[in-house]
């Protein structure tokens, strides 16, 4: 089992930032996908940024330049730090891990972004 617990989510204006931290515990490997999704109202949820344990990356288009994600030393903490955030990057946040076969979810945060 793994738990998952993020932080850092708040309200913040356009054109700010905000980072958001997904603190991992339990059985975890070395060899892991941990990554950040998001659901604004009303849609789906969508996969915004992922890393594997080697440090390799994937974003998606709309955060491309903006976003980063990125682990923490001690490998089971992953950060997302959002630079000019836009209105429509409001939504919950999720922290997921593939983890052994299995993939778990955290219980979300919210970032709100508005003037």
């Known amino acids: 089992q793994v738990q998952l617990v993020e932080s850092g989510g708040g309200l913040v204006q356009p054109g700010g930032s905000l980072r958001l931290s997904c603190a991992a515990s339990g059985s975890i490997f070395s060899s892991n996908v941990m990554g950040w999704y998001r659901q604004a109202p009303g849609r789906e949820r969508a996969l915004v940024a992922r890393?594997?344990?080697?440090?390799?990356?994937n974003y998606v288009d709309s955060v491309k330049g903006r976003f980063t994600i990125s682990r923490g030393n001690a490998k089971n903490t992953v950060y997302l730090q959002m630079n000019n955030l836009k209105p429509e990057d409001t939504a919950v946040y999720y922290c997921?891990?593939?983890?052994?076969?299995?993939?778990?979810w955290g219980k979300g945060t919210l970032v709100t972004v508005s003037s």
């Open positions: 890393i594997t344990s080697v440090g390799s990356t």
């Open positions: 997921n891990c593939l983890n052994g076969g299995m993939e778990y």
